[in-house]
Nanobody, 117 residues
Framework: QVQLVESGGALVQPGGSLRLSCAASGSIFSSSTVGWYRQTPGKERELVAHITTAYTTGYADFVKGRFTIARDNAKNTVYLEMNSLKPEDTAVYYC???????????WGQGTQVTVSS
């Protein structure tokens, strides 16, 4: 069973930066696409960024140029570097792991990011 544990969420002022981390248990991390999603009350969960097994990255338009996703397969960890944060970035951020061979999908418990002065 794969477990994902996010960390790094916090209260930050507009224009500030945060780095989220998601550590995965098990042995399938390196053969998985990993993504960060976010959700606010009353809205559907939305994709923020993803990184494939080939290290190809993709970003939602609303974070392009501000957020960077990276992975460290040796540590089974994915990161989300968030810069120039805006109040509208406030959300619970979730880590997702999609194993490309079994097509299994795993979610973390989420970490709260609040951008406010």
């Amino acid at each position: 069973q794969v477990q994902l544990v996010e960390s790094g969420g916090a209260l930050v002022q507009p224009g500030g930066s945060l780095r989220l981390s998601c550590a995965a248990s098990g042995s399938i991390f390196s053969s998985s696409t990993v993504g960060w999603y976010r959700q606010t009350p009353g809205k559907e969960r939305e994709l923020v960024a993803h990184i494939t097994t080939a290290y190809t990255t993709g970003y939602a338009d609303f974070v392009k140029g501000r957020f960077t996703i990276a992975r460290d397969n040796a540590k089974n960890t994915v990161y989300l570097e968030m810069n120039s944060l805006k109040p509208e970035d406030t959300a619970v951020y979730y880590c997702n792991l999609y194993h490309i061979y079994s097509r299994s999908n795993y979610w973390g418990q989420g970490t709260q990011v609040t951008v406010s002065s």
